[in-house]
Each structure stands twice: as C-alpha cells, then as structure tokens.
C-alpha cells in the first residue's frame, strides 16, 4: 500500500498542469502587490516510534501541541518559497501494554525546515476565496532531552510534505489549516552515545494559523 508521503508527492507532481492552466486563468497576488506571507499557527502533534520492540512495546514522543511560524515568498503567482519554524515540548515515553506509556525524559523538539508550496486558488459559491496547497521541503528535527541532571541533544534531517487551505477573510489577510508529515530518523548515538538502529518515522502536525500577505 502506498504511504500518504508518497501519495502527497504525486499529487505535488501530477498538480502542476492544473496550476499552470489556474494561473493564467486566476488574479496574481504579485499583480495585487502581496509578495510575501507570514503565518504564525497553532496546533497538535503526533510523533511516530523511534524504537519497536517485543511484545509491543516502543519509545516515542508523546503528543503534544506545536507552536511555529511559516515565511513564504512568491516565485510565480501559484509557486512559492516557504520557510518554517516549530516547536513542541513533549516527553519521551516507552510504550508498554497494559501500563500505558511511561516517562523517560523531558524534551523540546524544534523542526526547521525549507521548501516548495503549490497553490490552485478557487472562489466558493458565496464568493469566499479559498486556495487548496501542497508543499514538500526538507530541514532538521532537533531534540533537547532533559533526565535529571543529565542534558542531551540530537539533531537528524527530516524530509516533509504537507497539504493544506488557506481562506480569506479580508484583504491582505487568512485563515490557513494544514497537516504536516515530517519524515525522519532519530539519531539514538548522538543522544545517548549508544550505536543503535532506530525507526523511519512519519510524524504529524495538524496547525491552523493567520496567513498576513504584503
């Protein structure tokens, strides 16, 4: 079965005659004088296991909210480029049946990422403007880990694809929603000094935030 990252990443790709055809049927934000966008957000994420082990057990992050802000600056009217920045605090827990997770340590987690955003601008019926996007980038996860005295960290390259809507609400401004899966290993060595083999893990933030354009 095919993953919903893969599935994105050919939406991405089989989106762009449509884009192309809705731009130039379409107003252009940089006709309208709006270059760049901010958007700070709010949401909730879902970390993936890092490690599997018997009997269904594994370590992950516990879910938790995420905090963050995302630059864009249009290439074309429907292209643009996008910075991002997020945070979470949440702890690292060991899944066990029965008992549930259990607390192993404290960390912030902090994603840093750049990429692409293709956008198909459409007008509802009651003349709402709403623009359906798909982005794919790349950037970093870092994990601040506190156990008592004891500090760590570990920092390990996180590919990510998302798909989203912004709505506006008035000029210049919106409201976005988006799903975010970012994609990456956690580096066990860097964090504990022990060689270990760790998971691929898809991890989801869900966000809404309020697109500023100027």
């Known amino acids: 079965m095919r993953s919903p990252s893969l599935a994105l990443a050919a939406a991405l790709i089989s989106a762009v005659p ?8 379409g107003s252009s934000p940089l006709a309208t004088g709006t270059m760049f ?17 018997p009997l269904g057990t594994s370590v992950t992050n516990a879910p ?7 630059l864009g600056m249009h290439l074309t009217p429907n292209l643009k ?11 690292i827990q060991a899944g066990i049946p029965i008992l549930g997770g259990v607390s192993l340590a404290q960390s912030r987690v902090q994603m840093f990422d ?9 007008t509802t019926m009651a003349g709402t403007g709403m623009t359906p996007f798909i982005q ?21 390259f996180a590919a990510n694809v998302g ?22 290993q956690f580096d066990m060595q860097q964090a504990t000094y022990v060689d270990m083999a760790t998971n691929t893990t898809q991890s989801f933030a869900f966000s809404a935030g309020v697109r500023f354009s100027f």
């Open 18 to 25: 449509a884009l192309a055809a809705a731009q130039s049927r």
């Open 37 to 53: 966008e901010v958007t700070p957000y709010v949401g909730y994420m879902l970390f993936g296991d890092y490690l599997s082990g």
């Open 163 to 184: 798909l989203g809507a912004d709505v506006s609400v008035g000029r210049g401004v919106g409201v976005r929603l988006m799903v975010k899966d970012y994609i990456g």
């Open 114 to 122: 750049a990429g692409l955003e293709l956008a198909l601008p459409l």
């Open 64 to 70: 938790a909210p995420v905090f963050g802000a995302q």
């Open 136 to 156: 794919a980038g790349a950037g970093a996860m870092k994990y601040d880990i506190t156990q008592s005295f004891i500090n760590t960290s570990s920092t390990n």
């Open 81 to 91: 480029l996008v910075g991002n920045v997020a945070t979470a605090s949440s702890d």
